[in-house]
């Protein structure tokens, strides 16, 4: 435990004399609930996967997070600031996870940590793995690595506190806990035939009555990938794109689809550039 | 020692060819050899297959049933095929047989009234391929959750993510464009759902099905309503999936009489991360760092087993060469420590699980860190890594340990290897585990607490099919390392530690006998890592990394710290197409290990299921895999 500085707390815009400076700290409510929240972090004491066995051997006498006031790893949900993540999320624990997240007390945070929680890692083809865990629940902090060492663990924890530091009770953007009422809960997904995220009812809903007429439903082939040709005609191709990726994609989801076109579109403008640049050279 | 095992084996001279000849004569009609190329074993008729399971366990003495798992043909034979491992507890190869059904209504009568053991796999298989077993007293799935659509196993299952059927794939960048997986299914998510999906169902039934399912022979509902007539009360209580003291993501369900244990069901599933069906897709060597990833406190072991497994198949092939002595020496040195190093992890968290909240813990692993060191050094990682190779391993020993932290302290770390390797196994590891067995041995809590508790006795114990520390804790001392030894192991000198009890201390007790036993291999793994310094690590000229697998089906197994780590690859198909695994199935300890947990915490208090379970050391990665 470090004790307390009060230079570390002392907003720098408001003068105190030197002398004053061990007693005395002026500073904004920004800040000195930023640096609470920064200097006594408890994690919960939840495990997934590989990545715990390095989460405990963090909290271990080599590397020792403590130093950081983060020891206090608490077992309930509701007693945690911090939830890490640590290992591959599966379609069946997404929904305890879930629910986890729910009953942590505002304000709280989300860590992923390593390859699997951030975006599936070397799992990622398996039918029973989560993408990530940000599908589900917002993340605050990524931290890379398969398993990440304890090292990265412990500068992914870094970052948080930094990002503490940057919150500001004026702008409820940052700090969304302290507006009006209660945040809305994230819904708890649902084991169907295969998970189903209450957010995608709607569109799961369009896709069966396609299916039910049987038109082509669930998989989809993306519009074949343009290839850049060497600078014939760039003209003719770009509407082309454009067009095929709407058709397939606007009886999905309209807002998908204008995603999509958006970036054909962009794609198309850098190809013709280039193809222009390599016509100017040649 | 029941009769069972006490009863004499008439045939018991018999070899594995003399048992097959014995069950040919004795079934003329039911069995078969397997006369497939590169496979060995019978192929017994379905129809009678509990009757010769019974022949095969009772008349012929393969008491122990190894593995039990499905594989299936689609394509090349069209049918699916059950796999039965089976083991003599005195030692020696296996038994191979197999079962077929078609692939439309599977369905093979269940030996669970054989080999108790074979439970949780055939729940497995019934999950994973489909199979009906006949027979069986708790069918229903057991790592995905119920009402999951089709089994995913089978080859014409396809994933939401399905891209090609094989790796390495095309490619992920055709012409140079990115094309990520998401982007193929309209949900942008990893979900597949069947045409006629019923808008109605959306509402999460696997609880219900798991609850009225789990053979307590209750229901929620009518346990309320008992309560008002009964005066003790008696509850269904949930432990896990998140829960402090389950060692990750395993889940419990109990039957509570007071504070007794009436009846305990494992649920799991938790950490299903589908590694068989990522290791069909894989190419063979794709699979040494998922391997890591299965029991990952141990990824060493896991990888021992898995190339010992291919290299048996190799060796069928024209161009194997063994590994080379080396090779084997730095294996097992890399395996022992690996041991040692799951061991004390073990120890520490059983006394968390004790309550003795992170202090013996801290302990126990702080010499942990410096094997990992050794590991980062030598393979890059610390935990996962993916070391060794078919026919050799990948890097040999470094002549220097360094800091890999680019720090102004970087000589903080930087030891001449051997000189590090010897001050590790004849003093720091030999002090450690010392020191643990002064302050926890005798203390008092502990026997207290562990002293017989969660009793295996040791015909339970081989008919549950435990393995590892388990079943030596219950007085059988059988170990793979002695019972079919593999690398240099017949020139080692060390003892198969055995306790006599089968309670929690034992358990306790053996793991520190086999820290000792560790130690003591390591030391003679040291004379001989100096005696081969400078040798080879790959046999043949170099390292082989795509190898050419011959068509046929092996089973490697390996003593793996948490008990017999078992891979039953099959090899199918064209020589010159796609190299990736037909089937790849882990034989895993922690998940055969739970078979017995409910039959041992029967009678206990709720506070000793936690104690049991951590004495059984499980991982999760490798329970679900």
Not at chain 2, 133 to 143: Q, V, W
Not at chain 2, 260 to 265: F, G, Q
Not at chain 2, 432 to 453: N, P, Q, W, Y
Not at chain 2, 463 to 483: C, E, H, I, K, Q
Request: aromatic letters at 8%.
């Amino acid at each position: 435990m470090s004790t307390l500085d009060l230079r570390e707390l002392h907003d720098t815009e408001f003068p105190v004399p030197a002398d004053m400076q061990n007693n005395v700290a002026i500073t904004s409510l920004s800040k000195i609930y930023n640096w609470s929240r920064r200097s006594s972090l408890w994690p919960m004491l939840f495990g997934l996967a590989c990545c715990a066995i390095e989460m405990i051997a963090t909290a271990a006498s080599r590397y020792d997070f403590s130093r950081f006031g983060m020891e206090v790893m608490r077992g309930s949900p509701r007693q945690s600031d911090l939830m890490i993540v640590s290992g591959t999320v599966t379609k069946k624990m997404v929904v305890p996870i879930v629910r986890l997240y729910n009953q942590m007390p505002e304000p709280k945070y989300v860590m992923a940590m390593g390859a699997c929680a951030s975006g599936g890692g070397p799992f990622k083809e398996g039918y029973n793995v989560v993408s990530g865990i940000d599908q589900y629940v917002p993340v605050d902090v990524y931290v890379p690595g398969c398993p990440p060492t304890p090292q990265a663990l412990m500068y992914g924890l870094i970052s948080l506190q930094k990002k503490f530091d940057g919150e500001s009770l004026a702008n409820l953007d940052d700090v969304p806990w302290y507006g009006v009422g209660p945040s809305d809960a994230v819904p708890i997904p649902v084991l169907g035939p295969d998970i189903i995220d209450p957010r995608q009812a709607e569109l799961i809903r369009q896709q069966a009555m396609l299916a039910a007429q049987g038109l082509p439903f669930g998989r989809r082939e993306l519009p074949a990938v343009a290839v850049p040709q060497p600078a014939v005609a760039p003209v003719e191709e770009k509407p082309a794109i454009a067009a095929a990726s709407t058709e397939t994609a606007e009886e999905i989801d309209p807002e998908k689809a204008a995603r999509l076109a958006k970036r054909e579109a962009a794609l198309a403008r850098k190809r013709a550039a280039k193809a222009a640049a390599e016509g100017n050279e040649g | 020692m029941t009769d069972q095992a006490i009863m004499p084996v008439p045939t018991e001279a018999l070899d594995t060819q003399g048992a097959i000849d014995w069950l040919k004569d004795k079934y003329p009609e039911a069995v078969q050899d397997d006369t497939r190329q590169g496979y060995g074993g019978v192929v017994v008729d379905r129809s009678q297959l509990t009757k010769i399971a019974h022949a095969i366990r009772d008349d012929l003495g393969y008491d122990y049933l190894s593995s039990a798992t499905a594989v299936d043909y689609l394509g090349i034979s069209d049918h699916i095929e059950m796999v039965y491992h089976a083991y003599r507890t005195a030692g020696g190869p296996p038994l191979v047989f197999k079962a077929q059904t078609p692939r439309e209504n599977a369905e093979i009568p269940s030996v669970v009234s054989v080999w108790p053991g074979a439970d949780f796999q055939e729940r497995e298989a019934y999950d994973l391929f489909g199979i009906q077993f006949s027979g069986h007293p708790n069918l229903k799935r057991i790592l995905l959750w119920e009402g999951f659509d089709g089994h995913p196993m089978r080859k014409d299952w396809q994933e939401a993510y399905y891209e090609e059927e094989h790796k390495p794939f095309e490619s992920r960048w055709p012409k140079g464009w990115v094309r990520r997986a998401e982007e193929l299914n309209v949900f942008g998510k990893n979900v597949r759902y069947p045409a006629d999906l019923d808008l109605s169902r959306l509402t999460d039934v696997s609880e219900d099905s798991l609850y009225k399912g789990m053979g307590l022979g209750v229901d929620v509902q009518e346990i309320v309503q008992e309560g008002e007539h009964i005066k003790t009360d008696r509850l269904i209580v949930n432990m896990g999936p998140h829960h402090p003291s389950t060692h990750g993501v395993f889940r419990m369900i109990a039957e509570l009489d007071g504070e007794t244990i009436e009846a305990l069901e494992p649920v799991m599933g938790y950490l299903h991360r589908n590694h068989e069906k990522i290791g069909e897709r894989n190419a063979w060597l794709m699979n040494i760092p998922f391997t890591d990833r299965l029991d990952y406190i141990s990824s060493m072991g896991n990888n021992m087993g898995y190339v010992q497994a291919v290299e048996k198949l190799l060796a069928q092939g024209a161009r194997y060469t063994p590994p080379t002595y080396r090779a084997e020496v730095i294996r097992v040195l890399m395996v022992e420590l690996t041991r040692i190093v799951n061991h004390l992890w073990a120890i520490g968290f059983l006394l968390n699980d004790l309550g003795a909240f992170f202090t013996p813990a801290l302990y126990a692993i702080a010499e942990r860190e410096k094997v990992l060191d050794f590991f980062e050094a030598t393979a890059g990682s610390r935990m996962m890594c993916n070391y060794m190779r078919f026919q050799g391993v990948a890097k040999d020993l470094p002549e220097r340990i360094h800091s890999t932290a680019v720090t102004v302290n970087d000589k903080v770390r930087d030891y001449n290897t051997m000189e590090f390797l010897t001050e590790l196994i004849n003093e720091r590891l030999p002090r450690s585990i010392d020191e643990l067995d002064h302050f926890l041995t005798e203390s008092e809590i502990i026997k207290t607490r562990a002293m017989g508790v969660g009793i295996l006795p040791p015909e339970m114990a081989i008919a549950y099919s435990a393995a590892g520390p388990l079943l030596r804790a219950s007085n059988v001392p059988y170990d793979v390392r002695r019972a079919e030894p593999y690398s240099i192991y017949p020139e080692l000198d060390f003892d198969v530690c055995v306790r006599p009890n089968g309670d929690v201390y034992d358990r306790y007790l053996i793991r520190l006998d086999e820290m000792r036993e560790s130690v003591r291999i390591l030391k003679q793994v040291l004379q001989r890592l100096e005696a081969t310094h400078g040798e080879d690590i790959f046999s043949g000229n170099k390292a082989i990394y795509m190898p050419r697998v011959p068509v046929g089906e092996s089973y490697g197994r390996v003593e793996n710290p948490k008990g017999e780590l078992g891979f039953y690859c099959v090899s199918e198909g064209d020589p010159k197409g796609p190299q990736n695994p037909w089937r790849y199935h882990v034989r895993a300890p922690s998940f055969i290990n739970l078979t017995p947990l409910g039959v041992m915490c029967k009678g206990h208090k709720v506070a000793d299921v936690v104690v049991i379970l951590g004495s059984i050391d499980i991982v999760l990665g490798e329970t679900d895999r």
